[in-house]
């Protein structure tokens, strides 16, 4: 069985309204260097979008946060940006912007799988849950 690895997360949050500050949470990017390891999963709740903010063009969101993801994997066509290795890319992808498309702090961990981390991170952060009917 493999050591436990450390890792670096931070979450993906759509920020439709940057003078309101509010926020849904919309993906996770996942960075283990020693396992040489970078990925991003996204998933948009289009209607807790649509709650904070009626008017927001969910295509155009779906689009910037498959930008994302197409950066951490290293997708070529994702421009210059994804051409450069891991750790920096990983940098650029948590680096604060006041955008529609904003990181989270980058938050630390322990893992003996990367993958898992991140779908662990999307169940636990992302995926909303609903409450049983009463």
Sequence with gaps: MPARAPFDYAIVRVVPRVDRQEFINAGAIVHCRV??????RVELDEARLRALDPGCDPGL????????????????DAGPVAELPQPDRFHWLV??????????????GLTD??????????????????????
């Design 95 to 108: 680096a604060p912007r006041s955008t529609i498309i904003q990181p989270s702090p980058v938050h630390v």
């Design 113 to 134: 799988d990367p993958a898992a981390a991140l779908e662990e991170i999307m169940t636990s952060m992302v995926r909303t849950r609903v409450a049983p009917a009463v």
């Design 35 to 40: 396992r040489g390891f970078l990925a991003a």
């Design 61 to 76: 969101v779906r689009r910037h946060l498959e930008a994302v993801v197409r950066v951490a994997v290293g997708d070529r």
